[in-house]
T-cell receptor, first 117, second 109 residues
Framework: GAVVSQHPSWVICKSGTSVKIECRSLDFQATTMFWYRQFPKQSLMLMATSNEGSKATYEQGVEKDKFLINHASLTLSTLTVTSAHPEDSSFYIC?????????????FGEGSRLTVL | GQNIDQPTEMTATEGAIVQINCTYQTSGFNGLFWYQQHAGEAPTFLSYNVLDGLEEKGRFSSFLSRSKGYSYLLLKELQMKDSASYLCAGWDSNYQLIWGAGTKLIIKP
């Protein structure tokens, strides 16, 4: 299967600082990447959808100026949490698709656990 | 509105069989997925059904009834490592994934 790598796996930062999380598709070109956040014991919540070379589409309620998404190439998307606050502490997961609608399989990164002090 | 319903938690015994149900209401339908998620990890793909019927993959099988808006995931010969959350997700007409809240499966010896 296809491999998606996410980095860093764990990050602790001070309130007010910015954190960047990278999501890479290692052996395929990801036409679309998705960013999710997940609070403990809750389901995945889609934050935004990014297509290579275009602006991300944010879900309702997600602040695009706070969660900056860049999808500069077909193998890399980044999520930057700007001016992080303790309530931003969460598990952030990226996923990628090759654009195939016959199987629909999403390939997930390992996830990044953010703790804001 | 769009909705995916599945039980919050289930308990089963090692070696037994368990069926996790999922009902869905989506705007259009392009398939239904099951993912497994261990605590603290990202989800992993289990199955995708777009046609009615049962698809078997080793110990795991997934069933879909489009007319009833219903799916189930069947796990046989349960092992302790099967303790995880199982997420049901539906693809709507725009190929947007609608996620269920997940079913936490607890396996007891």
């Amino acid at each position: 299967g296809a491999v998606v790598s996410q980095h860093p796996s764990w990050v602790i930062c001070k309130s007010g600082t910015s954190v960047k999380i990278e999501c890479r598709s290692l052996d395929f070109q990801a036409t679309t990447m998705f960013w999710y956040r997940q609070f403990p014991k809750q389901s995945l919540m889609l934050m935004a959808t990014s297509n290579e070379g275009s602006k991300a589409t944010y879900e309702q309620g997600v602040e695009k100026d706070k969660f900056l998404i860049n999808h500069a190439s077909l193998t890399l998307s980044t999520l930057t949490v700007t001016s992080a606050h303790p309530e931003d502490s969460s598990f952030y997961i990226c996923s990628a698709t090759r654009g195939e609608t016959d199987t629909g399989e999403l390939f997930f990164g390992e996830g990044s656990r953010l703790t804001v002090l | 509105g769009q909705n995916i319903d599945q039980p919050t938690e289930m308990t089963a015994t090692e070696g037994a069989i368990v069926q996790i149900n999922c009902t869905y209401q989506t705007s259009g339908f392009n398939g239904l997925f099951w993912y497994q998620q261990h605590a603290g990890e990202a989800p992993t793909f289990l199955s995708y059904n777009v046609l009615d019927g049962l698809e078997e993959k080793g110990r795991f099988s997934s069933f879909l009834s489009r007319s009833k808006g219903y799916s189930y995931l069947l796990l046989k010969e349960l092992q302790m490592k099967d303790s995880a959350s199982y997420l049901c997700a539906g693809w709507d007409s725009n190929y947007q994934l609608i996620w269920g809240a997940g079913t936490k499966l607890i396996i007891k010896p």
